[in-house]
């Protein structure tokens, strides 16, 4: 999310900000970055996704980092990390799809044609069985392969481009491929180019990079290299619908408070009931993830109620000012 992103929403009311508390998103220090930031890693085959978490958690000297989607030992390729109380925004990127380059190699030669019927065959929703090392129940369930295409074939060797659903086993799509052509497959290598809106296109960071730029920054007091790598926590919202909120709404969300009519300045156009949205500060910066109990219309024309139910709360608790009453309950 950005400021000119937040300008395109629909105005429901209008207030001021207190520069006094928060900070706009993009103008945050190192410090509030390494508690509020993302890192797009490079994962590097041989370390398991744990173990790269907690080389990150040494190299930064901060206790606290999470990553999004694991990825096994041997796989590369796209690990978002969440510093800090970004942690709590890794969840959003579940809802968006993931892309993997796979190598692999079928057990003999299918004609050309045969070949292409099998792959259209597995584009679409299939369904898929865990295969028995995985960390969830072993449950026939329903994924979705949005594009799968064959980019190189030399011999019985293929190197294919898969687009899918969070949670779908590459290594067990090329073995279901292999028995639908009859003699099997084996994926050699796997890298994964994408996790929703972050693509390896766009430019990843290595933990030798990560490394010589906390060190410049720790050492020299130069940011600049550090500060290209960290990107604001709001990143991870991008892709879905916003709402902005008053400042005198925010601590009160943080404290697990529903948002009301009244809370609200602006919202996406088209806003649905049942969309999830991301909250943001008039500062830009995101308060919590939320389901819209309302559509826009309906918003425009209430005065009270509950408009949104909080899923997940990101900032921390007194970073605005309490400008809300608890009720009082008299005594008996």
Known sequence: MTLK??????????????DAYGTYYDKRTIEQLLNYGLIILDKPPGPTSHETVAWTKRLLKIPKIGHSGTLDPQVSGVLPLGLGEATKALGVLLYGPKEYHALGRI???PSKEKLENTIKLFTGAI????????????QTRIRTIHELEVLEQKERLLLTRILCESGTYIRKLYYDIGEFLGPGATMIELRRTRVDQF?????LVTLHELAH????????????????????????????????????AVDAMCHGAQLAIPGILKI????????VVGVYTQKGEVVALAESLMSEEEIKD?????????????MSPNTYPKKWRTRHVPKD
């Open 302 to 314: 209430a005065t009270k109620g509950y408009a949104f139910e909080t899923r997940r709360i990101i």
């Open 107 to 109: 057990h003999s030669l």
């Open 5 to 18: 992103q937040l300008e395109n929403l629909v105005e429901i009311d209008q207030d001021l900000t207190d």
């Open 199 to 203: 693509r390896e296109s766009d430019g």
């Open 268 to 275: 996406s156009p088209n806003l649905k009931k049942g969309d």
């Open 213 to 248: 730029a906390f060190s410049l920054w720790e050492e020299k007091k130069d940011e600049s290299k550090l500060k290209d790598m960290i990107k604001p926590v709001e990143y991870a919202f991008s892709e879905i619908k916003s709402i902005v909120i008053r400042d005198s």
């Open 127 to 138: 369904f898929q069985k865990p295969p028995q090392r995985s960390a969830v129940v072993r």
